[in-house]
């Protein structure tokens, strides 16, 4: 499974973003997805997941009520719409696929960059 995440960009805090990850190679319909971030300097950190129905999500206390994971089945796409953003959301955001612990995961994808300015 090859995954592309694209829709980063730079925004003013309070803006929002929404990020999409394409997957091709195989279906990800069966896969649990997630989104992860990392900032410079900073560990890797989950930021979202959504089951393989798209029936159940689980999101990071930092960014609840904020953003919101979704998917498309038939596209094979994941997307993370981002809202109120704040400048401790600047890092780079990484799609996976095939979720085998909370934060372990077997198809990671290349990232897009996220930057809020305050």
């Known amino acids: 499974v090859q995954l592309q995440a694209s829709g980063g960009g730079l925004v003013q805090a309070g803006g929002s973003l929404r990020l999409s990850c394409a997957a091709s190679?195989?279906?990800?319909?069966?896969?649990?997805m997630g989104w992860f971030r990392q900032a410079p300097g900073k560990e890797r950190e989950f930021v979202a997941a959504i089951s393989s129905s798209g029936g159940n999500t689980n999101y990071a206390d930092s960014v609840k009520g904020r953003f919101t994971i979704s998917r498309d089945n038939a596209k094979n796409t994941v997307s993370l719409q981002m809202n109120n953003l704040k400048p401790e959301d600047t890092a780079q955001y990484h799609c996976a696929a095939d979720q085998r612990t909370a934060t372990s995961f077997t198809f990671w994808g290349q990232g897009t960059q996220v930057t809020v300015s305050s």
């Open positions: 190679g195989r279906t990800v319909s069966r896969y649990t």
